[in-house]
């Protein structure tokens, strides 16, 4: 994992052409200040919509998630007051939107993950959180995704 740590930073800083060959000679060049994710982020509309309208209750149908409706919540909001006073007011609580089974709501002003027993276990939450204050930890066994009709 060493070795790959700086190959997106290298290619997003000098482009394809040039990013390629110097990450690979990485270890020999000196190491560049990378400003966190949250910093370099900005708010665009997603321009590529699919022909067909899927909503986010198809979706969770057709993995045929199987949980215990009443097992511990195996997602975490580290800390609240990230989410309430940073993220939301700048991307305006994204997790509510990109987790395809609509896990987490916002409840009295509050993101929560409200439907954990939905999980589609993609991990989405937890890699795409602007401030990484989402943790999926494994939940109980034998449950999760079927996903019959794939």
Not at 104 to 121: D, G, M, Q, R, T
Request: hydrophobic share 30%; aromatic share 8%.
């Amino acid at each position: 994992m060493a070795s790959a740590k700086n190959f997106r930073q290298t290619v997003a800083k000098f482009g394809p052409l040039q990013g390629m060959p110097l990450s690979i000679l990485g270890g020999l060049l000196p190491q560049f200040h990378i400003e966190p994710d949250y910093k370099e982020m900005t708010r665009q509309r997603y321009r590529l919509k699919p022909s067909i309208r899927f909503d986010k209750d198809t979706f969770t149908a057709l993995a045929c998630t199987e949980h215990r409706e009443e097992q511990p919540s195996h997602l975490t909001i580290l800390d609240s007051a990230v989410c309430r006073q940073k993220c939301t007011p700048v991307f305006h609580s994204p997790c509510i939107t990109y987790c395809p089974a609509g896990v987490y709501e916002c409840i009295h002003e509050v993101v929560k993950p409200a439907n954990p027993s939905n999980c589609l276990h993609c991990k989405t939450c937890q890699r795409k959180c602007p401030f990484d204050n989402i943790r999926w930890t494994c939940p109980e066994p034998n449950g999760g995704p079927k996903y019959k009709t794939m």
